[in-house]
């Protein structure tokens, strides 16, 4: 049995406690998009094989061989020929390592039959360390927010590769994104924080003040939320905006190059959109209400005119992966 299985981006909005303000760490909010994909095969083999993955970088590579070997030991699984037929751009802020890394397992699990549970999947990804988003788009789809880990008495934080999480962080809301919303992403020449750079970035920029925490709290959860509830575009632009301008996400575009932070700022500018970086950066998003215009030609000049690789337009995607027998 030959499996092929899709994965899709998400957009990381914001990071919550990174204070120890409240009884839980960490958290997020983030949704999911239709594209780029993360397009992986798999059928049952004598021995590992990996084909197509050199297009990823050493480390991640170390991470899919330590993941190979933790599914063999704790599933049972057979080996099986692996092959990446198309990835995410890494460390750009799309989700990538997350997507990989739970795509191989559901893969892997999926062409040996094993019916491996949300649990035993996020257990063995070592994934949701921070926020629960990449899994919870994984796995639902649609924007979502988590509730962190337990407060454990500690203002050190570390990213999501940086701790090993007893348990994934629990999602707290799920809603569609309005399916005519319209994402525009964007790829400046910016910092693309990985490894120990992205520990050390964490480091030097956390804990948060209880100020900035609490309204970064309150304006996901009585503005993201209910801008997604609602479909309202304008109260996703001022919310964004805001977020934006305070607490961790305001860290992460204010240490991000010129370049960034400039065409951030000529796309804050544009009508009736709302405008944000996804995680760390350099990825930027510009979205519009798709029955008013789609404006993907406009967008494209004006990442040409910024030196920025212009990704494409793409839809919100309110489900999960795909995994298709073939």
Request: glycine share 10%; net charge positive.
């Amino acid at each position: 049995m030959n499996v092929l299985l899709t994965a899709y981006p998400r957009l990381h909005l914001t990071l919550l406690d990174l204070g120890g303000i409240t009884p839980r760490k960490y958290g997020g909010a983030g949704l999911t998009l239709a594209g780029p994909t993360l397009r992986l095969s798999a059928k049952q083999d004598e021995r590992w094989k990996l084909v197509g993955f050199d297009r990823l970088d050493a480390e991640s590579r170390r991470e899919i061989t330590d993941l190979l070997r933790r599914l063999t030991d704790s599933l049972l699984c057979h080996p099986a020929r692996l092959e990446l037929l198309q990835a995410l751009p890494q460390h750009v802020g799309l989700g990538s390592k997350t997507a990989t890394l739970l795509s191989i397992i559901r893969a892997v699990t999926a062409v040996n039959g094993h019916a491996a549970s949300r649990a035993e999947t996020v257990n063995i990804s070592g994934r949701g360390g921070a926020s629960g988003v990449g899994v919870a788009t994984f796995f639902r789809g649609g924007f979502v927010t988590d509730a962190g880990h337990p407060y454990d008495g500690t203002k050190r934080f570390l990213p999501s590769h940086g701790r090993k999480p007893q348990h994934a962080p629990p999602l707290i809301c799920r809603l569609p994104t309005p399916p005519y919303w319209r994402f525009h992403l964007f790829l400046p020449a910016g910092y693309r924080l990985a490894g120990e750079s992205e520990v050390t970035f964490f480091q030097h920029h956390t804990p948060l003040p209880e100020s900035e925490v609490l309204s970064a709290i309150a304006l996901v959860y009585h503005g993201l939320a209910p801008a997604i509830a609602t479909s309202d575009l304008q109260l996703l632009h001022s919310s964004l905006q805001h977020i934006h301008n305070i607490g961790f996400k305001s860290r992460e575009l204010k240490s991000q190059s010129p370049a960034v932070r400039d065409l951030y700022l000529k796309l804050s500018r544009e009508p009736a959109v709302a405008v944000g970086m996804s995680s760390l950066g350099p990825v930027l998003y510009c979205v519009e209400d798709g029955r008013v215009a789609i404006r993907s030609a406009h967008f494209e000049a004006l990442a040409q005119a910024a030196g920025s690789t212009y990704l494409g337009c793409y839809k919100p995607r309110n489900q999960g992966h795909r995994v298709s027998h073939i």
